[in-house]
């Protein structure tokens, strides 16, 4: 079983910027390659697909509504993935959730997430 635990959520004004941490626990997690991936879901909305990263960093890829504001990195010595979120916007305002992929091959869609943290709350202020 792979255990995600995600921080640095908040309340930030418009424009700014905050960096999601997303850290990785557990034996599978060890003993496999896992891609790695951010969702987000507003009240009312379906949680949809951020950013994800590949086992390896090579690959990225990120929703278009996203694209040129949101970075997303890991550091396989410490098992965490970041989501560098800059000039933030009042619609970025949502729960975002830490997910993980297993396998070399880097998928956005949800169903191949297999593991999830309890996700960590976003709020932009206009």
């Not at 991936?37 to 990225?60: K, L």
């Not at 694209?67 to 970041?82: E, L």
């Not at 993980?100 to 709350?121: C, E, K």
Request: glycine share 12%; aromatic share 12%.
């Amino acid at each position: 079983q792979v255990q995600l635990v995600e921080s640095g959520g908040g309340l930030v004004q418009a424009g700014g910027s905050l960096r999601l941490s997303c850290e990785a626990s557990g034996r599978a997690f060890s003993s496999y390659n896992y891609g790695m991936g951010w969702f987000r879901q507003d009240p009312g909305r379906e949680r949809e697909f951020v950013a994800a990263i590949s086992w390896s960093g090579a690959i990225t890829y990120y929703a278009d509504t996203v694209k040129g504001r949101f970075t997303i990195s890991r550091d396989s010595a410490k098992n965490t993935a970041y989501l560098q979120m800059n000039n933030l916007k009042p619609e970025d305002t949502a729960v975002y959730y830490c997910a993980a992929q297993r396998g070399v091959a880097l998928s956005r869609r949800m169903v191949d997430f297999s593991s999830w943290g309890q996700g960590t709350q976003v709020t932009v202020s206009s």
